[in-house]
């Protein structure tokens, strides 16, 4: 799993748990990156599901970044203390639900007018928003 989030986030994995969801792994883990003089520590999310088609051992991962909000938010106290100072409010919201265990706010929730944080630009077939 380690070896998996490091090539996809071309980071090194700073520390990594995996843990049991209604029958379905997530794991968290704690990513280092190095830019010029600075070393950033974020969290990522992996969702692991059993490829049924292909039998076991394959299996699907989606990785999503902090930034990116996932739902899964009960990532350990172990992973998130190890984190550096978060680059988004949706990272740093992400990290206050984990600790907080309050669930996922939907978007249908906001308020008339206000629109979510979105990191980076979204690219919809030919538009970008």
């Given at each position: 799993m ?5 090539e996809?986030?071309?980071s090194?994995?700073f ?7 209604a029958?379905?792994l997530?794991?968290?883990a ?8 600075t070393?950033?520590?974020t969290?990522i999310?992996c969702?692991?599901d059993?490829?049924e088609?292909?039998g076991?051992?394959?299996?699907f ?5 902090e930034?990116?909000?996932p ?19 949706m990272?740093?919201a992400?990290r ?6 309050e669930?996922f ?6 308020d ?12 919809t077939?030919?538009?970008?928003i």
């Open positions: 380690a070896a998996r989030v490091a996809t986030s071309g090194s994995v520390d990594i748990e995996v843990l049991e969801d029958g379905d997530v794991a968290f704690a990513v280092e990156t190095c830019q010029v003089g070393k950033t520590v969290g999310v969702l692991v059993l490829n088609e292909r076991s051992p394959y299996y991962i989606k990785e999503m970044f930034n990116e909000g739902v899964a938010a009960f990532c350990s106290d172990r992973i998130l203390d190890l984190l550096t100072e978060p680059e988004t409010g990272a740093a992400w206050d639900r984990c600790r907080t265990g669930p706010s939907d978007v249908d929730d906001l008339p007018g206000v629109y979510p944080e979105i990191a980076y630009p979204v690219c077939g030919s538009n970008h």
